[in-house]
């Protein structure tokens, strides 16, 4: 094992490895040891760094989200000036990224707070943070689109944002069912058949 207690790296392995591990075997079932395990750092930096499992949690849940966030700034749906093409971007980013082991496609933020929402209310209200925040960042471009093409609609733009979290998260809960991406790939491709259709009655009008 390394000993990297005054090592800046260390903390940040910790979190790397606590979305690889959780996201594979859930919070219930992940250990401190199988957290050092994996980061392959001994129990003593562990602990320099964090007290808990839960606070490793809570912090790995920011460390998840600031990490989606860089990759969702720069992402090819930022681009178009239509605000309803970036969100039907978003939605086939969302499906290009289904790549790879289902651990390493899924949300860590839905994982944990299936598990520890009546557990540990700390967990819950980190993920419950970090999703909405998300949620509230696709709502910036459904307002303007609703303003552009559904000006007199009767859904809000931040409940629509949640519904497209709601389904995403969903699709992954099937993915794991399902023990493969395919499934999730046809959710998302409805959720944008849905946010086409929501849409299309005034669209047909665009300059």
């Not at 606070?55 to 309803?84: K, Q, S, V």
């Not at 419950?128 to 859904?155: C, F, G, N, T």
């Amino acid at each position: 094992m390394k000993q990297l207690e005054s090592s800046p790296e260390t903390k940040n392995e910790l979190l790397n490895a606590a979305l690889a591990v959780i996201r594979s075997k859930g919070y219930s079932a992940t250990t401190v040891d199988d957290i050092c395990r994996k980061a392959g750092v001994s129990k003593g930096s562990f602990f320099h760094y964090f007290p808990s499992k839960e606070h490793l949690a809570i912090a790995a849940a920011e460390h998840f989200a600031n990490m989606a966030g860089g990759l969702f700034a720069t992402a090819p749906y930022r681009t178009p000036a239509d605000p309803l093409e970036r969100l039907l971007g978003y939605v086939d980013f969302r499906t290009a990224i289904l790549r790879g082991e289902i651990p390493d496609f899924t949300c860590l933020l839905g994982t944990m707070v299936q598990e520890a929402y009546e557990s540990n209310p700390a967990i819950r209200q980190a993920c419950d943070k970090h999703i909405s925040e998300h949620a509230a960042d696709v709502a910036l471009d459904i307002a303007q689109a609703r303003q552009r093409y559904a000006p007199d609609a009767q859904w809000t733009a931040e409940s629509l944002g949640l519904f497209t979290q709601a389904v995403i998260q969903g699709a992954f809960i099937l993915a794991k069912a399902k023990h493969g991406p395919e499934v999730a790939a046809d959710c998302l491709q409805h959720l944008r058949r849905y946010l086409e259709l929501l849409f299309s009655s005034s669209s047909n009008t665009k300059e």
